[in-house]
């Protein structure tokens, strides 16, 4: 077995969830993560753990959706429920069968299911869980990459010291709290945001792997100026590019984008909690060179920052809600982050990278 | 997708576990199984029901064995006795990944880990559930075939009219109960077993797709005679064949193998109970032509008999004990099946088949 797939196992076990003697640990993997189940089953074994794992599949969500009846989509499955509950640590592995095998789905039929399970969901966020991936030929041919040069990239955003990349998102955190807004200054960029009495939150590997970044939830009416996000994202099945936001009073009053403006414009317009911003963050993670329009990465490239609509994260004490939550993404290296009085970012370096020499 | 494997699909969700509205079903696969897991995921849902998928994998197994301590081994698994508690039905597909993976783990390890789920295997024998296969390279390599020609094989002997099967099964199973015995004559064989006070289970593809076998459990000290098992069988990882045995009021009392004696000898000196027989049966699947090593096919092949030594099942009223089960296979084309003083078989028909035309 490739020694990476082994260390990424570990990771996600004494690392992400600590997974410690007697805990009752669920996998959910799609068959193409079979090789990291396998790589997870020892490692939970060694920490004592005992492992059930769900199969996920694209392929056979869309085939459920193709013969259910929307009274079947409402009843809530008591079998996962019963499962969740009872499982102390959940890792979830995303490796899809196919990224477009549910594009042709009704979205009502989808969110019906998805209100189904609403509880089930709730109850695994009140775990010790994780969400990675598995390196495979779906996502790599959506990050315009071979196999082999998706594992390196894969690798190379995972497999890093956490204990020491989360001493340096700690005091980036301890940094931005001492403060009570921050700003971001760049080309056609000059946005400002009030942080004052909300949580940064340095998200250091245990939910998310990879991770590195440092995010919290503006004050709502607060956010002024505009900014522009260079790095392309995929929201309902589009590319997205060249997104331009202007906001007054915390609402966005003017929008473009160079490509699938129609596709921004429906997200900006779901509903109140849509035309404004629901998190702010800081991307840390220098291990990700470039983008794969997967935004478990692509939101903790080192040198950007990124902004999403929609709805605010409840441990930020964000208050702001939206039946969507759309990450967009900036790269910095020509820009700088200012958190009150103080210089976050500039020139191509945070803070703690200009003191440490 | 080859309509085959929507057909099997149907055949599993339909006549088996007969799924309901509101039923929570369960299936437990390989990844290999994908395609077939997808396939129920449709019936499933056009029957009303909710799924969820455990995957099963050999070398996700012996990845855990190789990790745990004996002490892990032992916990018991209880986010998978919930999901078991919480199910209706369950479907499990056996695709192995690897059918020798667990060759070289420590049967006392794999014992201490079964025990530690027996609970769970008895609530799973509470629900309605059936074991079937998908067509995989793994098992077609067993078979001595290619995967095309598996296929061939598998459909061969799953898709057929059970219903109309049943019938012919339920009509033996009444001719064999309106007797007190059974007598196999053949070349090499002339075994006799009471069957007073046990019930013949006729085997319609409920728990087992596919079916087609009638079976009981003898009268344990009553068993007399010889009988030469032709069909080569796998137990322990050997092929063993041409088994011969001699029992005297119900115990084995002579034995010999043309090939893997040591290992027939293993098997029945395990217990006391593993001296007896646990099991007679008729084989009634005339889709089934050929043995492929795999038990699930080869034991209810048309035109043969089947013994196994050890536990015999409650269903029959049986009553014998023993940690073993193996069954033998005999092919009867040359042979007699005699109930009381009837002739339940011979010159290569059933005697349904006989009065048929």
Known sequence: MDPRIEEHARILVEWSTEVKPGDMV???ATPDAHELVVALHKEIAKAGGRVVTLMSSEEALRAYFDG???ETLQLVPKHLKAITENCDVYIALRSPVNTKALANVDPKRVLLDSKSQQEIQDIRLG????LSVHPCQTLAQQANMSLEEYRDFVYGATLVNWAEESKMMY????????HNDVRYIGPKTDLFASTKGRIWVASIGKHNMPSG?????PVDDSVEGKI????PFLQLGKVIEGVKLTFEKGKVTDFSAEKEEATLKQIIETDEGSRRLGEIAIGTNRGIKQYTLNM?????IGDTVHCALGRAYKEC???NESAVHVDMIKSMHKGEIHAGDELIYSKGKYFYERTKK
Chains 1, 2 share one sequence.
């Not at 775990?127 to 994780?130: A, E, F, N, S, V």
């Not at 005091?171 to 001492?178: A, F, G, N, S």
């Not at 522009?228 to 790095?231: A, G, H, N, S, V």
């Open 317 to 319: 004490n964000g208050v």
């Open 68 to 70: 259910a009846s929307e």
């Open 213 to 217: 970044e440092v995010f919290t939830a």
């Open 26 to 28: 669920v996998i959910n």
């Open 171 to 178: 005091v980036m955190k301890e940094h931005l709290e001492k």
């Open 228 to 231: 522009y996000f260079d790095i």
């Open 296 to 300: 478990l990465f692509d939101e903790k």
């Open 127 to 130: 775990k010790r869980w994780t």
